[in-house]
């Protein structure tokens, strides 16, 4: 299994393993290039979309190794909003791993325009944007 295909799966199932996350591990956004700790940021922002979209996945996953320290996954991110409308976004991250095969940094690329329901939903639902529920 790649280091893609653990992210991927540990953002499905909000299990933020540290066998797979490297302590000082980092996540970058595209869509606010921010820089956020993965452990906690990443998982609590994962938690608040879910909390508007129960349904919110990365589907339709596909990953792939390079050679090196660097993975790459490209999915499509959706689900469906309070109102019943859906969203969908796709998606591509890099994953980049440390010597002891840990994820030390991922870079998220996707249009905000297309995740912008799931934000607008988030802040109706009382959530700031970049409130991780610290």
């Known amino acids: 299994m790649t280091a893609a295909q653990r992210v991927i799966e540990a ?53 792939e190794e390079t050679d090196g320290d660097l993975s790459w996954a490209r999915y499509v991110l959706s689900g469906t909003l309070p ?13 980049i791993t440390g010597s002891d095969g840990r994820v030390v940094r991922l870079e998220e690329f996707v249009d905000q325009h297309q995740v912008a329901p799931l934000v607008i939903a988030l802040g109706v639902a009382g959530h700031n944007v970049g409130d991780t529920g610290q």
């Not at 970058?28 to 290039?33: A, K």
């Open 11 to 63: 953002f499905n199932t909000l299990n933020p393993d540290t066998s797979i996350f490297a302590p000082e591990s980092v996540t970058w956004h595209s869509f606010d290039e921010s820089e956020v700790p993965t452990i906690p940021d990443t998982f609590a922002a994962l938690r608040a979309f879910r909390s508007v979209s129960p349904d919110f996945r990365f589907n339709d996953a596909r990953c």
């Open 83 to 95: 109102d019943g409308s859906t969203f969908r976004a796709p998606a591509a991250l890099a994953v």
